[in-house]
């Protein structure tokens, strides 16, 4: 018996499909749910990413634009940038893409976004309000869209055992956050852990963010466990994730690489813009 498929391409086609609906309604009281993108530099990956993002946000109705500066603009240059974006009210959600190129502070750029307009859920603010378990603020995508493919599949995280391995800002610690406030008990695992296979094996529910290809092993899964694999690794020019595929003959639930994960966090970038146009209402 192999474990259920967690259809990420097809969950997140439904969320842009509802998505359409809140946007037509906003367009309804003159509002157009606005994205702006910055890009600095031309990193081939960023690149590929930031164009994903803006052929999305037309299809549901977000207007979407994207800003690219060259990769010597100075730290000053970036935040009188997004100092204008804060003033400009069409513009609901700011997002810098990441990495920024080295002689950027990342953190002073990413303090300046309006923390209502900081719809990657990065600024400390956010940060705050996700790990009080406070509502309002905003959570960054890859986790969100995570929780959105447990919550479509009828997963419930209260008083399970969820293990996340992996630290980032962007994935590992937010998701851990997210399961702690759906009350899950939550292991946060990293590269000093010592006994990971013994901590991975308690794991009802299993989030792996390392960007190692293929590194979880089948035997490391608890029988019946949900895997959701947040990999994206090239190995020989094909994608995969950081779970290796005999996985699938021992979860319960897993998600593929690709059309798992990666499709939920455009798609939860949309719903946070949205969320973003719609508070505005409530100005
Ligand atoms: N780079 C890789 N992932 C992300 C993300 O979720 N947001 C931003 N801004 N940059 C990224």
């Not at 946007?23 to 990193?43: A, H, M, N």
């Given at each position: 018996?192999?474990?259920?498929?967690?259809?990420?391409?097809?969950?997140?086609?439904?969320?842009?499909?509802?998505?359409?609906g809140?946007?037509?309604?906003?367009?309804?009281?003159?509002?157009?749910p606005?994205?702006?993108?910055?890009?600095?530099?031309?990193?081939?990956?960023?690149?590929?990413?930031?164009?994903?993002?803006?052929?999305?946000?037309?299809?549901?109705?977000?207007?979407?634009?994207?800003?690219?500066?060259?990769?010597?603009?100075?730290?000053?240059?970036?935040?009188?940038?997004?100092?204008?974006?804060?003033?400009?009210?069409?513009?609901?959600?700011?997002?810098?893409?990441?990495?920024?190129?080295?002689?950027?502070?990342?953190?002073?750029?990413?303090?300046?976004?309006?923390?209502?307009?900081?719809?990657?859920?990065?600024?400390?603010?956010?940060?705050?309000?996700?790990?009080?378990?406070?509502?309002?603020?905003?959570?960054?995508?890859?986790?969100s869209?995570?929780?959105?493919?447990?919550?479509?599949?009828?997963?419930?995280?209260?008083?399970?055992?969820?293990?996340?391995?992996?630290?980032?800002n962007?994935?590992?610690?937010?998701?851990a956050?997210?399961?702690?406030?759906?009350?899950?008990?939550v292991?946060?695992?990293?590269?000093?852990?010592?006994?990971?296979?013994?901590?991975?094996?308690?794991?009802?529910?299993?989030?792996?963010?390392?960007?190692?290809?293929?590194?979880?092993?089948?035997?490391?899964?608890?029988?019946?466990?949900?895997?959701i694999?947040?990999?994206?690794?090239?190995?020989?020019?094909?994608?995969?994730?950081?779970?290796?595929?005999?996985?699938?003959?021992?979860?319960?639930?897993?998600?593929?690489?690709?059309?798992g994960?990666?499709?939920?966090?455009i798609?939860?970038?949309?719903?946070?813009?949205?969320?973003?146009?719609?508070?505005?209402?409530?100005?």
């Amino acid at each position: 018996m192999g474990a259920q498929i967690i259809d990420g391409k097809s969950i997140a086609a439904d969320i842009r499909r509802d998505l359409k609906g809140r946007v037509d309604g906003l367009r309804e009281q003159g509002i157009i749910p606005g994205l702006t993108v910055i890009l600095v530099g031309d990193d081939p990956a960023s690149q590929t990413y930031v164009r994903s993002k803006q052929r999305t946000s037309g299809e549901v109705g977000i207007n979407s634009n994207v800003i690219e500066l060259p990769k010597d603009t100075s730290q000053s240059e970036l935040i009188t940038l997004i100092n204008d974006l804060n003033q400009d009210d069409k513009v609901h959600g700011i997002l810098v893409q990441l990495p920024l190129p080295g002689h950027l502070d990342t953190d002073a750029v990413i303090r300046a976004i309006n923390p209502a307009k900081d719809v990657d859920g990065f600024h400390p603010t956010n940060v705050g309000n996700l790990w009080a378990g406070l509502d309002g603020g905003f959570a960054p995508c890859t986790p969100s869209g995570i929780m959105e493919l447990l919550h479509r599949s009828e997963i419930e995280p209260s008083g399970l055992n969820a293990v996340v391995m992996g630290r980032s800002n962007i994935v590992g610690k937010p998701m851990a956050g997210l399961l702690l406030k759906a009350n899950a008990t939550v292991t946060i695992c990293h590269s000093r852990t010592q006994g990971l296979e013994d901590h991975l094996r308690q794991a009802d529910i299993l989030v792996v963010a390392i960007g190692r290809a293929r590194f979880v092993k089948a035997d490391w899964i608890k029988p019946g466990a949900v895997v959701i694999d947040v990999g994206m690794n090239r190995v020989d020019g094909k994608l995969c994730g950081d779970v290796d595929e005999g996985a699938r003959d021992v979860a319960g639930y897993i998600t593929p690489v690709p059309g798992g994960v990666g499709p939920m966090t455009i798609a939860q970038l949309l719903v946070n813009t949205v969320i973003a146009a719609e508070r505005t209402l409530l100005l």
